[in-house]
Nanobody, 123 residues
Framework: QVQLVESGGGLVQPGGSLRLSCAVSGSIFSINFMGWYRQAPGKEREFVATITRDGITNYGDSVKGRFTISRDNAENAVWLQMNNLKPEDTAVYYC?????????????????WGQGTQVTVSS
């Protein structure tokens, strides 16, 4: 089993900052992709950012220049630094990870999501 646990959400004023964290646990062999998605009420889940094991990053157009994704391969953790937050950034943010884990001693692929953390940007 692979589990993802997010933390760091909360209420912040427009223009403020938040840092989200996500820890991956389980019998992990390797994590290739880690990333963040978000879902606002009444909307579909939206891509925010991803990062490969080699540190190659990709961002959604709406967050470019404001958000920064980073990871620690040894700690199986990923972070999302969010600056200059806007009301339209309000959403539940989900951590995502894909890679290989040991399933009964056999390397098997996984694609897992966290439970989500609420980010609210409001004055």
């Amino acid at each position: 089993q692979v589990q993802l646990v997010e933390s760091g959400g909360g209420l912040v004023q427009p223009g403020g900052s938040l840092r989200l964290s996500c820890a991956v646990s389980g019998s992990i062999f390797s994590i290739n992709f880690m990333g963040w998605y978000r879902q606002a009420p009444g909307k579909e889940r939206e891509f925010v950012a991803t990062i490969t094991r080699d540190g190659i990053t990709n961002y959604g157009d709406s967050v470019k220049g404001r958000f920064t994704i980073s990871r620690d391969n040894a700690e199986n953790a990923v972070w999302l630094q969010m600056n200059n937050l806007k009301p339209e950034d309000t959403a539940v943010y989900y951590c995502y990870a894909a890679g290989l884990y040991y399933n009964n001693y056999v390397k098997s692929p996984f694609n897992s999501w966290g439970q989500g953390t609420q980010v609210t940007v409001s004055s």
